[in-house]
């Protein structure tokens, strides 16, 4: 009976920590540069893929509208934009995806990865890793 309960109890643990990180929801965005709250961004799930929408803007934020953008989005309000698109999710967060910059109009590579519940890193890269910058997301509660 002990051994049962044994193998029951490991297949258990290894199913919860194969489920990948819970990082859908609210998060307020971080400037790296100055550390002003700018934003409010939803990150959610489509189509098997990660996206984050900004939700609003925070009082400090100092663009309302992407006018560094190119093509369609150039311009158009920052609120409701998606900024974070096809995430692949994986056991820590996301991988292999695209963030624009409002604020430039760029777009970079991204991954994304919790910390913890409440926290989360945002790497985006031109080409390596190495090659870019970090913000930190704190969960809306």
Same mark, same amino acid.
Not at 26 to 55: A, C, F, P, Q
Not at 78 to 107: C, E, F, R, W
């Given at each position: ?14 199913? &919860? ?5 819970? %990082? ?8 790296? &540069?100055?550390? %002003?709250?700018?934003?409010? %961004? ?39 934009? %998606? ?11 996301? &991988? ?46």
């Amino acid at each position: 009976m002990n051994n049962i309960l044994y193998i029951i109890s490991c297949i258990l643990l290894g199913l &919860t920590t194969a489920l990948p990180a819970q %990082v859908t929801g609210m998060w307020k965005t971080i400037d790296d &540069t100055d550390g %002003v709250e700018k934003s409010i %961004v939803e990150i959610y799930e489509h189509n098997g893929k990660l996206h984050g929408r900004v939700d609003r803007l925070l009082p400090r934020a100092d663009k309302t509208h992407c006018a560094a953008c190119k093509g369609e989005l150039k311009n158009k309000p920052i609120t409701g934009m %998606v900024i974070l698109t096809n995430l692949n999710p994986s056991p820590t967060g996301g &991988t292999d995806g695209k963030i624009l910059d409002p604020a430039s109009g760029k777009t970079y590579s991204c991954y994304i990865e919790l910390e913890s519940p409440d926290k989360l890193k945002l790497r985006g890269y031109l080409g390596m890793p190495a090659f870019g910058r970090t913000q930190y997301w704190y969960r809306v509660k």
